[in-house]
């Protein structure tokens, strides 16, 4: 049976499971917009067993011919590649559960155009997750779902300084995720590999870390 995460990585990359260590493909999603509206050009997942690189159909051939030297090298040179030489290369470990904790839920979902939800959660569109002081009705936390494609939808979670250290973090991501499961797809999770905090959170909302990473070009330019 081909699982959530399959279909899901086939339809955002173009192309799953990879063929070889670094697989390169060019997928017609790298030319199209994404789920803020803008073009991603450059999309990669990588597994135990290797890795998919995604980039717009006309590059595809170019960058293929140089996956021989491998994601390290080549990486920080496909932005130039695909037309994108002002932004930068990134990578992140990349986590997705079947699975989550069973930790009470800890916010309620809103429209994301709601005039209550904050400014940072209005581009995910949708509904969005979010927890409120129940005496001020301050905004404490929430989560943003990035839905790629009916397969897979990333959850992306900011907690305001003041209400860290308490555990919302965790429960806002296993409420989402639980929510993206009853709806027919596979719930995902990134954070840079040097952030231990979104780690331990992921962690604790049963998302494990399986050896595996996403790459690819930044969403913004490089700052001068």
């Known amino acids: 049976m081909i699982s959530r995460l399959d279909r899901h990585l086939a339809d955002w990359l173009g192309a799953w ?8 493909v ?3 999603r790298r030319s199209t917009p994404g789920w803020d509206g803008n073009v991603h050009p450059a999309i990669g997942v990588g597994s135990p067993a290797g890795a998919v690189l995604s980039v717009p159909p006309p590059y595809g051939e170019e960058v293929a011919a140089r996956a021989g030297e491998g994601l390290a090298a080549l990486g920080p040179l496909v932005p130039a590649l695909v037309g994108f030489g002002e932004r930068g290369w ?7 559960s079947t699975a989550p904790a069973a930790l009470p839920d800890a916010g309620v979902w809103k429209a994301a155009d ?6 940072w959660l209005r581009p995910f569109g949708g509904q969005v997750l979010v927890a409120e002081d129940p005496a001020s009705g301050e905004h404490l936390a929430g989560v943003g779902v990035k839905r ?5 939808h990333e959850l992306s979670v900011v907690t305001a300084q003041a209400a860290r250290g308490k555990g919302l973090a965790r429960r806002l ?6 929510r993206v499961l009853d709806e027919g797809a596979v719930p995902t ?11 331990a959170v992921a962690e604790a909302a049963g998302f494990p870390d399986q050896g595996w990473t996403a790459f690819g070009v930044t969403e913004r330019p490089r700052l001068p």
């Not at 499971?17 to 390169?24: D, F, H």
């Not at 790629?148 to 897979?152: N, R």
């Open 173 to 178: 991501v296993a409420q989402a995720a639980r």
């Open 189 to 199: 999770y990134m954070h840079a590999t040097s952030n231990a905090a979104s780690a």
């Open 26 to 28: 060019g997928s017609i």
């Open 90 to 96: 990134f990578t992140a470990t990349f986590r997705w």
């Open 17 to 24: 499971p990879p063929s070889a260590p670094l697989s390169v």
């Open 148 to 152: 790629h494609d009916v397969h897979g």
């Open 114 to 119: 709601d005039a209550s939800v904050p400014e």
